[in-house]
């Protein structure tokens, strides 16, 4: 029973065109990536199968084999081609590897971590948000403040070295590294939810204290509405209206963090080989994964920006926020 | 606003400042404190703890870390200042020109850079630094290849915002050329913002080269940053923890410190800034006991005694109300005129225990219903079951839940208030909208307050007041963001709930000619105190106080044939509260101002029907 | 121009708005008409009453005449010359002659500038050079406006509403102009304050022969300031009339319910029927009056088409269709 029905039809009409223009808009960042990567590997130093012990009549045919004899625009149309199906390419180096391999191996590893991290994050940037932002200027509010600045100003990897050092190496709580076992799992998500942790903590504060400032929570608190119901209804719900923007960048925080903290507690996931890829100096490899990472990104920001907009009933019907 | 007064008024900021200070110094001059080259590999010396020759210690080459801590910190520095400094530049010069030209340009801009702006910007620096090879150059390249994009947005929305300001409006209006109303009106205006950006970008950018040290595409060796530092010493941290710690150190403070050297000015230039924000969940109930109704018979609904409110502030303490005393009966409405500043406001929400807890002291006397409410009421309402006070403020828009439909917040307070079951809930809200006049209940009631006009929306609010079956009703200013029309119905509303319901309602507005028409009784606040106070005919017929007087003639009379005669200004302006003596606050305006009237505070004269005035020059006329 | 508004008077015309139309896009809604067909012309010295709610179209009218927004539609003239088509030296010399004082003084200052740096740059564009000679017209200039030389090295900030109107009036008054749109100059003031300025701006105009365009939704003030007064609603003037006749004698439907609502001149012992409250505009599909749903007699021409401005009595239109 929404009102105004005519009305209705309208607006859904005109967010079904704002929706195919972010399409549209997010196709172009994912075709100006892949054109980048397209002419940045054609500028890294040496070519791949300049080896001088791979001889002349070899090279020829691995020329042939990946295109590279081809002009350039062709090879350009067929890297397009690959990327539409999903094909990240293959390494030069390590004959028979390709992006997709290690995707298909390194990926679920990566996105449990991801996922336990996300739920961690959610879970400690609310508490401490919230008791922050009700607490203003009283202690907790001061403690929570300089926790939070300290979880943003910290590398994750130098709190990745600390954690391992102090809860596996001295006291043994845990296991130094690996992916065997539950108990696994809680180092690398902990370190790994808390840049997340912090930022969604320090904009929830500052959203509770200025939804704090309007008059709706008084009127709300004229109501004598109980305590719990003020606080999730009226309080909460408007404050993390502005927290959801930040979901976009911390599904990039999260998976970048992966990198070094996969790294760090050698879980077999996409960051560990990432990182061991560009050690490796292993270019294409670097680069394909690259582009899935890119592309993974820009997908999941879209659909968080989606997602926003249906949460939001100012947004939802008018496409933009009453100002 | 004066430079030095932010820096006296926050430690964090001066802490934050200097400690900054200290570190770049120690970066610029650091090797230079040191005898040892950073370079210098001597395998007699490796790993050396810290000591006097090496003050944090040796790495596994020989080599001394402080020269190679603090060069680190040099370049980390260099890569965040560089990166943060061309974004700054780019960002200023795009975005402020997309801003200031607009129309297609903008459009175009804004559209280009959307494409950018959803590529990851630590891919583009990672694939920079893949196809460049790692190093000081590509990092930055990649840094600002897409970090101007946020800059350069932020600049525009705030160039686009000042563009439209009033004085930005009024400099073209005069004349000026666009270069300088860009340089001298609106850049000015918008660095606010832009330098807080600018100090969290700064550790952004470290922290983003820390992070490429890490995985293998920093800055190439033999040169090292902090994070180079870092990544060596992880290897070795459980037998030398130094190598890894100082340096960790160095980078983690350094952020800190920038990040509250940000959050800070962010605080500090927020507009927002200064007001106190309520605080919600503090526990402190005010009883209001159900009372029998044969004694409230007779009795007044409200009376406030010797009423102050006084608010700590920066200034020093500022009496908002100075010993106000009134009553109120069922059924009636009592108009509580003043200017801005008279503190009308702060007088109702200090009854319904609105006033910020910081800051407020508060003491007098205030029988509800013949029950004594504790002045300071402080903390929400504890009305749970027995709520009898409710009030309607000023923006009908900001006074509901913008993520609720209009009807449950209607059903939600019946709930809470009169226990109803939700499903009796919502047929009583649509009952509630009907008696506010709402002619299409259902469809209000699953609307969202922004999909209501101002007037239904004031309607819902008053809908929701009703759901607590209140006794007194205060309405602070309920038409003023309203149209003449909506404003007359809104009015007209009040009226017939104070005479169905019985309400007593303190209708609190700056409008004479409002009270005139639709109050009761009228009080007239001046500099926190009331003047003069009476039924609302007799008042207006016949003022008394030389303020009502002034305030009466200073309304355009619409009858005079000559414009200057039909305006009458009361001189000056009203006086700063923090300033105020012992005497009647008018005198220094007053037409009739006695040589005492300034030492001596004025006594009250009591005319007939109720009708007061606090002057001695009322009290002399009497006399007479 | 159409014949309606042609002036009829022998006083010279010094602004003439030609049919004037403003659309607005706004993004994520539906494009609205602000301004729908205004014509209008201001004669020399006289003080112009622009009445309307908010919405209707009001200040973007005075902002079209300063050329501070373009029009969709139409043409304005002032002096004889189309403003649009102004450029270098003709349109600086037209900033000159025609200023503007906005309704929130605080914000029409520039928050990071000395008032009396603001009043200086209008002196030096008002064509005075020199430190000295600039010095001394800012400071006559704020005493002309009932302040202190000494106020000049102020901040923004460190000045009331009322001084801050003041600082405003001087400004505008400093490249010497001779046609001031006020936009809403009082509605942000106390009423003591108000009554201040309302004064001040009598005695500048006498002083000064200014031309006043008077933009406001109080009717009293209105009432008292203004020669003639245009009522717009929903962009369309409805109504335009000597003062004293429109409110001795208003015409259209609108304007009678806007006085009769308006507390200045709410009369107890007059009941009123309120018109019904729109819950929601409904959508239209063909030309209709815009204030038909509201209106008490309503007749059946309304319904198929916009009534045009005309001459009910000398000097008197209304855009009502006549009552048969």
């Known amino acids: ?323 | 606003m004066a430079g030095s007064r932010p820096l006296k008024s926050s430690p964090l900021l001066l802490t934050s400042l200097l400690f900054l200070i200290g570190i770049l110094t120690l970066a610029m001059l650091g090797p230079w404190l040191s005898p040892f080259s950073p370079y210098e590999i001597d395998l007699t010396q490796t790993n050396l703890p810290p000591g006097l020759a090496h003050p944090f210690g040796t790495d596994a080459l020989g080599r001394d870390l402080f020269v190679r801590a603090w060069g680190g910190a040099r370049i980390s520095l260099f890569v965040g200042f560089a990166a943060a400094l061309i974004d700054l530049g780019l960002g200023l010069m795009l975005g402020g020109l997309a801003g200031y030209i607009g129309g297609k340009w903008d459009t175009a801009f804004m559209r280009s850079v959307e494409v950018l702006y959803g590529i990851p910007y630590i891919m583009v620096v990672l694939l920079l630094a893949v196809i460049l090879g790692p190093g000081v150059f590509s990092l930055i390249v990649g840094m600002t290849l897409t970090g101007w994009i946020p800059m350069a947005r932020l600049v525009r929305g705030e160039v686009f915002r000042a563009k439209e300001e009033d004085f930005v409006l009024a400099a073209t209006a005069m004349g000026q050329g666009p270069f300088r109303i860009l340089l001298w009106h609106i850049l000015p205006n918008v660095m606010s913002p832009v330098l807080v950006a600018l100090t969290l970008t700064i550790p952004q950018a470290v922290f983003l080269e820390a992070f490429l040290a890490f995985i293998g595409l920093g800055v190439p060796l033999p040169r090292a940053s902090l994070g180079t530092l870092i990544t060596e010493g992880a290897r070795e941290s459980w037998y030398y923890p130094w190598q890894l710690f100082i340096p960790a150190t160095i980078l983690c403070s350094t952020l800190l410190a920038f990040n509250t050297l940000g959050d800070t000015l962010r605080d500090m230039l927020d507009p927002k800034r200064g007001e106190p924000a309520p605080r919600p969940l503090v526990r402190g109930s005010v009883n209001i006991p159900e009372i029998p109704p044969e004694k409230t018979l007779g009795a007044p609904l409200l009376t406030l005694e010797q009423a102050c409110v006084r608010f700590l502030t920066p200034r020093g303490e500022l009496p908002a109300i100075r010993e106000v005393s009134l009553t109120l009966q069922p059924g009636e409405m009592l108009a509580l005129v003043g200017e801005s500043g008279s503190g009308k406001s702060t007088l109702g929400r200090s009854i319904v225990g609105l006033l910020p807890k910081k800051g407020s002291l508060v003491s007098g006397k205030c029988l509800f219903m013949g029950q004594e409410l504790r002045l300071p009421r402080l903390g929400p309402l504890d009305q749970l079951g027995k709520p009898k006070l409710a009030m309607v403020f000023q923006n009908p828009l900001g006074s509901l839940n913008p993520t609720m439909q209009a009807g449950k917040q209607v059903a939600e307070a019946l709930v809470s208030a009169r226990m109803l079951s939700w499903a009796a809930a919502k047929d009583e809200a649509l009952h509630l909208f009907k008696e506010v006049g709402i002619q299409n209940q259902r469809r209000c009631f699953f609307a969202y307050p922004h999909e209501l006009s101002g007037g239904m929306r004031q309607r819902v609010v008053f809908a929701v007041m009703l759901a607590l079956s209140p006794s007194l009703l205060i309405a602070d200013e309920p038409t003023t963001a309203l149209d003449v029309a909506t404003q007359a119905r809104i009015l007209a509303l009040l009226t017939k709930l104070k005479t169905t319901r019985g309400l007593g309602v303190l209708f609190i507005t700056h409008n004479l000619a409002l009270a005139k028409g639709w109050a009761d009784r009228v009080s007239v606040l001046y500099a926190g105190e009331i003047v003069e106070e009476g039924p609302s005919r007799r008042l207006f017929q016949d003022p008394r106080h030389p303020y009502t007087k002034g305030l009466l003639d200073s309304i355009p009379k619409l009858d005079a044939d000559n414009p200057d005669n039909a305006l009458f200004a009361l001189p000056g302006s009203p006086p700063d509260p923090y300033t105020l003596h012992k005497g009647c606050a008018f005198a220094p305006r007053c037409p009739v101002a006695r040589p005492y009237c300034k030492d001596e505070p004025a006594p009250w004269v009591t005319l007939e029907d109720g009708h007061r005035a606090r002057c001695f020059a009322v009290k002399e006329a009497l006399l007479l | 121009m159409k014949e309606a508004t042609r002036p009829k008077e022998h006083l010279p015309q010094l602004v003439v708005l030609d049919d004037i139309s403003k659309r607005f896009y706004p993004q994520g809604s539906p494009s609205f008409e602000a301004l729908s067909s205004v014509s209008l012309a201001l004669y020399q010295g006289e003080t112009f009453g622009l009445v309307g709610e908010s919405g209707s179209g009001k200040s973007t009218l005075g902002r079209i005449i300063l050329r501070l927004a373009s029009p969709t539609g139409g043409k304005v003239y002032f002096d004889g010359r189309d403003v649009f088509s102004l450029r270098g030296r003709a349109l600086l010399d037209f900033r000159k002659k025609a200023q503007v004082v906005f309704q929130d003084p605080k914000a029409a200052l520039n928050p990071r500038m000395r008032v009396g740096t603001a009043v200086e740059e209008g002196v030096a564009l008002g064509g005075i050079a020199g430190t000295r000679a600039k010095n001394e017209r800012v400071d006559e200039l704020l005493e002309h406006v009932g302040l202190q030389p000494s106020h000049a090295k102020l901040f923004p900030h460190e000045l009331s509403g009322g001084q801050l109107q003041r600082v405003c009036l001087a400004r505008a008054l400093s490249p010497s102009p001779k046609f001031l749109v006020l936009d809403e100059p009082t509605s942000s003031l106390d009423v003591s304050i108000q009554a201040q300025i309302l004064k001040l701006l009598l005695r500048l105009k006498r002083e000064l022969g200014l031309t006043y365009l008077f933009i406001s939704h109080d009717l009293a003030v209105v009432r008292v300031l203004s020669d003639r007064v245009g009522v717009l609603y929903k962009g369309r003037l409805v109504e335009l009339a000597p003062a004293k006749a429109l409110f001795k004698e208003p015409l259209h439907p609108y304007t009678r319910a806007l006085l009769a609502l308006s507390p200045e001149f709410w009369d107890a012992s007059r009941t009123t029927t309120l018109p019904a409250e729109s819950e929601g505009d409904a959508e239209k599909t063909h030309p209709e009056c815009a204030y038909l749903p509201l209106c008490e007699e309503p007749l059946e021409a309304c319904k198929s088409r916009i009534p045009e401005l005309h001459e009910a009595s000398p000097g008197h239109f209304v855009a009502c269709q006549p009552k048969a």
Do not use: C
Not at chain 1, 18 to 37: C, D, E, K, Q
Not at chain 1, 107 to 115: D, I, N, Q, T, Y
Not at chain 1, 140 to 169: C, E, K, M, N
């Open chain 1, 1 to 323: 029973m929404r009102p105004a029905r005519s009305k209705v039809s309208l607006q859904s009409r005109g967010s079904l065109w704002r929706l195919f223009g972010r399409v549209i808009v997010m196709l172009a960042t994912l075709w100006v990536v892949a054109t980048f990567t397209f002419l940045g590997m054609r500028l890294i130093p040496g070519d791949p199968f300049s080896d001088p012990k791979v001889t002349p009549q070899v090279r020829e045919n691995l020329y042939r084999k990946y295109g590279l004899d081809k002009p350039l625009y062709k090879q350009y149309v067929r890297y397009l081609g690959n990327l539409s199906r999903l094909d990240f390419g293959v390494s030069y180096v390590q004959l028979g590897r390709s992006v997709n391999d290690i995707i298909a191996q390194g990926f679920p590893v990566s996105a449990e971590l991801g996922l336990w991290a996300l739920l961690l994050a959610l879970f400690w940037g609310t508490l401490l948000g919230t008791l922050a932002g009700l607490h203003h200027e009283g202690r907790i509010d001061r403690y929570a403040t300089f926790l939070a600045a300290l979880g943003v100003s910290v590398p994750s990897f130098i709190l990745a070295l600390f954690f391992q050092h102090v809860f596996a190496f001295r006291l043994g709580l845990f296991p130094v590294a690996g992916w065997e076992g539950g108990i696994a799992r809680f180092l690398p998500a902990l370190t790994l939810s808390i840049l997340p942790a912090a930022t969604i903590a320090r904009l929830l504060r500052a959203s509770i204290l200025d939804v704090l400032r309007q008059d709706y929570i008084q009127t709300a608190r004229i109501k004598g509405l109980a305590h719990t119901r003020l606080l999730v209804h009226h309080i909460l719900r408007n404050a993390a209206l502005s927290v959801l923007t930040y979901l976009g960048p911390m599904v990039v925080n999260i998976t970048t963090g992966s990198f070094v903290i996969e790294t760090i507690f050698n879980v077999p996931g996409l960051g560990k080989h990432y990182v061991q890829s560009i050690y490796d100096r292993d270019y294409t490899l670097v680069m394909g994964t690259t582009v899935f990472y890119a592309a993974l990104l820009i997908v999941a920001m879209f659909l968080v920006d989606i997602a926003y907009g249906l949460l939001d009933p100012r947004i939802r019907a008018f496409g933009a926020k009453e100002r």
